[in-house]
C-alpha cells in the first residue's frame, strides 16, 4: 500500500511539476529540451556481435566473462537493466574476482533500493580492487539514498581527495555534507571551489549552488560548447539533477521534481544523474506524502 501510495504522489508531483511557477525567471520555466538519446545502430550491431561471439567462442571462462560483461555495459547504455544485470552476474559466476562487475551489479541494486546488497557488491569491487575510485562514488551514493549520510560523507571525501579538480567530486561531497550541517559545508564549497577551471562549463554548477550565478544564468550557459544532439542531452541531463537537487534542498518539491523528470526523459541511461533521478522522485514523494500526514493529524 506505502509503494501505491508512492507511485500516486509521484504521478501526482510530475503533474504539478508541469504547472509550477513557483518564484523562478520566466526565461528559466521555458525549458530546454533535446532528442532524447535513442539506441544507435553501433550499440546493436555490437550486442548482436557480442551475442553471436558468445554462442559460438571456445574461449576461456574468463574471455567469456569479459564477453558478458562489455555485453552487460551495452545493455545497460541504452536502458535495458534486466538484461544487463544478467549478463553482470554472469560474468561473475565465471570470474568471481571481477570487480567491475560487481560495481555494476552495486548501482542496479542501489537503483533498486536494494542497499544491503549493493554495500556487499561495491564492498568486493573495493576489496579486489582498492583503486575503484567509482565503486567509491557509487558505495558514497548508496550510503546517501540510505540515509547513512555521514558514511556516505565518508566515501564522497576521499573520492574528492583523489581528485579535487573535478567538480563533479565537489559536488556530490557537498551534497552529502550539507545534510548534516549546512554552513561548513557551504564554506567547504568555496573553499573547493578554488581548485576548479573556471572554463570547466561543470563549474558553473557549483557557481549555482554557492549563489554566484541565478537559474537563468546556469540554463543560458548549457548549450556551451555543444556540437551534438547526444552531447546536448546528456549536458541537460547534467544541469537538470543538479537544479532538482538545489530545488530540492530549497524545500522547492514541485519544481525539483519538474527537473528530475526533464533529467530522466533524456535517456541518458549510463549517466549517474540519470540513474538516481526516479529515486529522488520517489525522496519527494514520501516528504509529501509526511507533510500531508501531518496536515490531517
Not at 509521484?10 to 532528442?35: W, Y
Not at 544507435?40 to 567462442?57: C, D, F, H, R, Y
Not at 550539507?178 to 561548513?184: A, G
Not at 546528456?234 to 533529467?263: T, W
Request: proline fraction near 2%.
Amino acid at each position: 500500500m506505502i509503494k501505491s501510495n508512492i507511485l500516486v504522489l509521484i504521478g501526482t508531483l510530475l503533474l504539478a511539476a508541469c504547472s509550477a511557477t513557483s518564484n523562478h525567471s520566466a526565461d528559466a520555466q521555458n525549458t530546454l529540451l533535446a532528442v532524447p538519446r535513442q539506441p544507435g545502430i553501433e550499440q546493436q550491431a555490437a550486442i548482436a556481435k557480442l551475442t553471436e561471439i558468445i554462442n559460438l567462442t571456445d574461449a576461456s571462462e574468463e574471455q567469456r566473462a569479459r564477453l558478458y560483461y562489455d555485453r552487460g555495459v551495452r545493455y545497460d547504455s541504452v536502458g535495458m537493466k534486466a538484461l544487463a544485470h544478467l549478463d553482470f552476474n554472469r560474468a561473475l559466476h565465471l570470474k568471481p574476482d571481477f570487480a567491475e562487475a560487481y560495481n555494476f551489479i552495486g548501482i542496479h541494486y542501489t537503483q533498486g533500493e536494494q542497499f544491503v546488497d549493493a554495500f556487499e557488491a561495491f564492498g568486493s569491487a573495493i576489496e579486489l580492487d582498492a583503486n575503484h575510485q567509482y565503486a567509491m562514488l557509487n558505495r558514497g551514493i548508496a550510503r546517501y539514498y540510505a540515509g547513512r549520510v555521514e558514511l556516505a560523507t565518508e566515501d564522497f571525501s576521499e573520492f574528492y581527495q583523489r581528485s579535487p579538480s573535478d567538480p563533479y567530486r565537489v559536488l556530490w561531497l557537498y551534497i552529502s555534507e550539507v545534510e548534516t550541517d549546512e554552513i561548513k559545508a557551504q564554506q567547504n564549497l568555496l573553499t573547493h571551489r578554488e581548485k576548479l577551471n573556471t572554463q570547466d562549463w561543470s563549474t558553473s554548477i557549483v557557481d549555482l549552488y554557492l549563489g554566484r550565478i541565478s537559474e537563468e544564468q546556469f540554463l543560458s550557459l548549457v548549450p556551451y560548447g555543444i556540437e551534438s544532439e547526444e552531447a546536448y542531452a546528456e549536458r541537460l541531463c547534467e544541469a537538470y539533477f543538479y537544479l532538482g537537487k538545489l530545488l530540492e534542498h530549497n524545500g522547492e518539491y514541485n519544481a525539483a521534481a519538474k527537473y528530475f523528470k526533464l533529467a530522466l526523459a533524456t535517456n541518458i541511461y549510463d549517466f549517474v544523474e540519470h540513474r538516481y533521478a526516479l529515486l529522488e522522485l520517489k525522496r519527494i514523494a514520501l516528504i509529501s506524502m509526511k507533510n500531508n500526514e501531518d496536515k490531517s493529524a
